[in-house]
């Protein structure tokens, strides 16, 4: 057991929290970072992969370690993405030499990026998903920009389950759970 390459990977992991994402170029008062993300991910792929019958745990883990390897190589953005070439895979081997858990997460995150098996289906539209949350959130009261990026992620859906999430998210207050909630605890009815 190499304690030294574990614990500078739990170090490194650890930078992901300060790592803004990228799209905060376009959307103003933006906080979101890349290990909020992939813990959302994570969530959402569990419930996907349950709805859609696959394994859940090798879903759990694609959306868990799914931009990992952006310790390294930063958030590149759609428009980034077509000018920059990342070097992913070398900075994956880099990240991932030594660990004890190499050899799986190197096979899942190349499963992943290929798109072809149900669970790495499954944890990309996890991925889509939460990027649909994000936008309602960010747009819900900018209907006409919001419509344009969830129109565009929506159309990258795979999965069944995930295109009828997508709906709901769409029409969805991202405040109404906690107006629910409200109403719950104090049987009151909260005016919308």
Not at 44 to 57: H, Q
Not at 108 to 113: I, T
Not at 169 to 179: A, C, D, Q, T, V
């Amino acid at each position: 057991m190499n304690t030294d390459k574990i614990v500078n990977f739990f170090f490194e992991i650890a930078t992901l929290r300060r790592l803004t994402r990228s799209h905060c170029q376009w959307i103003n008062e933006v906080n979101d970072n890349v290990s909020a993300h992939s813990f959302r991910v994570a969530i959402i792929g569990m419930i996907l992969a349950e709805l859609e019958k696959v394994d859940v745990n090798k879903v759990i883990k694609m959306c868990l370690f799914h931009d990992v390897v952006e310790a390294r190589t930063g958030d590149a953005n759609f428009v980034n993405k077509h000018y920059l070439d990342l070097h992913e895979e070398v900075a994956c081997k880099d990240q991932m030499e030594g660990l004890p858990i190499a050899d799986e997460i190197t096979k899942l995150l190349q499963e992943y990026e290929q798109h072809e098996s149900k669970e790495a289906i499954v944890a990309r539209d996890a991925d889509l998903l939460d990027q649909m949350v994000l936008q309602q959130e960010y747009f819900y009261h900018d209907e006409k920009n919001g419509k344009i990026w969830q129109n565009h992620t929506q159309r990258s859906l795979k999965s069944e389950s995930a295109k009828k999430l997508a709906e709901k998210i769409r029409e969805s207050n991202p405040f109404e759970w906690l107006y629910q909630l409200a109403e719950y605890k104090t049987e009151e009815k909260v005016e919308r």
